[in-house]
């Protein structure tokens, strides 16, 4: 796993990171409102459960309603695989 993992990570500039947990700070919501207005792009990647994660998500308004929420799993990664090449051959 580390050979593989040092092998994938090369050439990749960080810009930034931070963890959100359960229990929300004061603004994180209209933080990360105001990322989401500045066309930053934002990802979730988290150890919770899937459920857990999307309730979070929604409650510090980086998911919403309008939005198509794609799992990564080892369930769904085939899945996942086919629905990404659609995107790319529009």
């Known amino acids: ?16 990171s931070t963890a959100i947990e359960d229990k929300l700070q004061v603004d994180v919501g209209d933080t990360i409102a105001f990322m989401r207005a500045a066309t930053i792009k934002l990802w979730v ?6 459920e857990t994660a999307i ?6 308004k980086l998911l919403d309603e309008e939005m198509e929420i794609l799992i ?3 369930e769904h990664t085939k ?6 090449k659609t995107f ?3």
Do not use: P
Request: with cysteine; hydrophobic share 40%; glycine share 8%.
């Open 1 to 16: 796993m580390e050979e593989c993992a040092e092998e994938i990570e090369q050439d990749y500039i960080l810009i930034g």
């Open 88 to 90: 790319v051959a529009v």
């Open 72 to 74: 990564i799993d080892q």
């Open 79 to 84: 899945e996942l695989l086919k629905q990404m």
């Open 45 to 50: 990647l988290t150890g919770d459960k899937v």
């Open 55 to 60: 309730n979070i998500g929604f409650s510090c």
